[in-house]
Structures are given as C-alpha cells and as structure tokens.
C-alpha cells in the first residue's frame, strides 16, 4: 500500500467513530408503494418488491452512520448483495437489522438482516464509503460538463 493511501486510511479513522459489531434496527409497514406491482411486476401486487427491502436495507445502513460523521461528510453506497427469499404480503411490519462487518479505512462493510412478522425474509452485504460531500458534489458536475462542453 502506498505512503499516500495508509495516510488516506489513517486520516479516516479520525473522521469517524464507529464500532465493528455497531446496529441499528429499521421498520416499515408494507403499503401498495412497496409492493412489485410498483416496480413494474404486474402479476404481484400484494407482495413486497425486492427494490423495496434493498431501499430500506440501504436507508437503515445510511442512518446507522451518517449522523456519526462531522458536518461536511456522508457515506455514499458502493456495493449491496441482497438475498430476498420469502414473500411478505402487503400490510405486514418489515424490520431490517444493519450491523458494521469490517472497517477498512474509509470503507465501511455492513451486513444486513431482513424480517418479517412470520421470520426472516432476506439478508445481503453492503459496503458504503465516507466521502467528503463537497468534493463528491464537485465531481459530480465536473462529470455533467463533460455532457455539455460547448455551454
């Protein structure tokens, strides 16, 4: 590892606090947004749509650690493996569980555990950044530019 990326991984310790084996608990009761008809699956419109537990995976995993971060930084999602495996019917409570894995600088890996009100319905893995939000932003519209050079 180069001199400049342990100074990277060192420089993000002392940004953030957080703890290999950290939690937190997220719910929501399954309405008609949820359901796979809303994400285009005509033929289930009872059921809970898999980009809806990947959302509330996302969402709880965005709140276990953001509010942690000083003014200035967020994490940003970089990669999510979700397993959906059991149906969840329209009206039912989904309680999604987010625990900090591993820690690796400014990556943070969270594994994530989803149920229902009968058992478990799904499980993934999720890896989130911490970014400076400024700087994020900045590259961002640097990449726009590129979509309009002549403006």
């Not at 950290?22 to 289930?44: C, H, P, R, W």
């Not at 555990?113 to 319905?121: H, N, P, R, S, T």
């Amino acid at each position: 590892m180069s001199e400049l990326a342990r100074g990277r991984m060192d420089s993000m310790d002392k940004i953030h606090d957080f703890k290999v084996g950290e939690t937190f608990t997220i719910q929501k009761k399954v309405t008609e947004d949820d359901t796979a008809l809303n994400y285009g699956s005509g033929m289930l419109e009872n059921l809970f749509a898999t980009p809806s537990l990947v959302a509330l995976m996302i969402e709880a995993s965005s709140k276990l650690m953001d509010g942690q971060l000083p003014e200035g930084y967020i994490t940003v999602g970089r990669k999510a493996m979700v397993e959906h495996n059991k149906p969840t019917v329209l009206g039912e409570t989904v309680s999604v569980k987010v625990t900090i894995g591993e820690i690796i600088g400014s990556i943070v890996m969270i594994e994530m555990v989803a149920y229902d009100e009968v058992g478990e319905i799904g499980k993934g893995h999720h890896e989130r950044v911490i970014v400076n939000k400024q700087s994020l932003l900045d590259r961002a519209n640097k990449r726009e530019e590129k979509l309009h050079p002549y403006e």
